[in-house]
């Protein structure tokens, strides 16, 4: 039994052979989950089906090791209307993308369609190994990509995983074409549940501050002051109006711990805008 008894149904990002599915996989081997799935055309869709459908988890991505955060995961995360919605486990999986094609013909490619990550994330193959005319075309993930394929001419190729061409009955024009060759991207499984304690816990936080000079190093100091290790700080527009930030960090230490009790809590009073993401276990 774990904590995730429960769940009923995982909505994920699809079609199937994405990668995400990939990582719903790891996830459910991890939790024993044997449950409903519901692939889902896009990151907003599959928050919004966790936030309104009781017993379910999401499995998502959220941090790539080039590209940086996910907005579109961070940004409507945590927004959502039940407050509990929060990260509860996270995976790193090495990201080895292909460039896949109906054709065999690397050189008649002129069109390419994959999902904006992928995309920035094999920027320099796109512009030095392709026609610096070629046609870019953005879409929900990179299994839709692949899958659209059938309904383009052999001009047409998509950026995806060895497992997207396989599914697709795709040709494999280009292996490994990622910039960095050590391209990896942390996928989280989202819901209503809490987590257990582990000796090695991250937790996520969101929090926006008054615009004013030094607000931002006072919530730092707290963290400072209990020697709490920050390992991570980003910051996003706030959408309610322009030049206000909301912050989204990561830091050592599971909510339950009494230090991190006590630092939530000074945090929680210097904040206009606050909101646990998450206490998990970190992916080793």
């Known amino acids: ?32 989950l044997n449950v409903e799935l519901k692939p889902m055309p896009t990151i907003k869709q599959a928050l919004n089906f966790v936030d309104t459908t009781p017993n379910s988890i999401a499995v998502l991505p959220v941090e790539n090791s080039i590209e940086g955060t996910v ?34 013909e690397f050189y008649s490619i002129a069109n390419i369609i994959s999902h904006p990550q992928a995309l920035a994330q094999c920027q320099n193959f796109i512009h030095n190994e392709m026609s610096h005319h070629i046609n870019i075309i953005q879409v929900a993930s990179t299994a839709e ?47 209503d549940f809490d987590t257990p304690k582990t000796q090695n816990d991250n937790t996520s936080l969101a929090f926006s501050t008054e615009n004013r000079p030094g607000a931002l190093l006072e919530i730092l100091q707290i963290f400072h002051d209990y020697e709490i290790n920050l390992s991570y700080i980003d910051s996003r527009p706030s959408k309610t109006k322009f030049g206000e930030y909301t912050f989204f960090a990561d830091f050592d230490g599971h909510v339950s711990d009494e230090k991190i009790i006590k630092v939530l809590k000074e945090v929680q009073s210097k904040t206009l ?7 998990y276990e970190r992916w080793q």
């Open 1 to 32: 039994m774990t904590f995730l008894n429960s769940v009923q149904t995982i909505a994920y990002l699809g079609p199937g052979g994405s990668y995400t599915e990939m990582a719903k996989d790891i996830f459910c081997e991890k939790y024993g």
């Open 273 to 279: 805008y606050y909101r646990l993401v998450g206490s």
């Open 145 to 191: 990509a692949a899958k659209s394929l059938q309904n383009y001419n052999l001009t047409y190729a998509a950026i995806g995983s060895r497992k997207t061409a396989e599914i697709y009955n795709l040709n494999i024009l280009k292996d490994n074409i990622n910039d960095d060759p050590d391209n990896k991207t942390r996928f989280a499984l989202i819901g």
């Open 71 to 104: 907005r579109e995961t961070i940004d409507n995360l945590i927004r959502t209307n039940n407050p509990a919605i929060k990260i509860l486990s996270e995976f790193v999986m090495p990201i080895k993308h292909c460039l896949l094609s109906r054709t065999t």
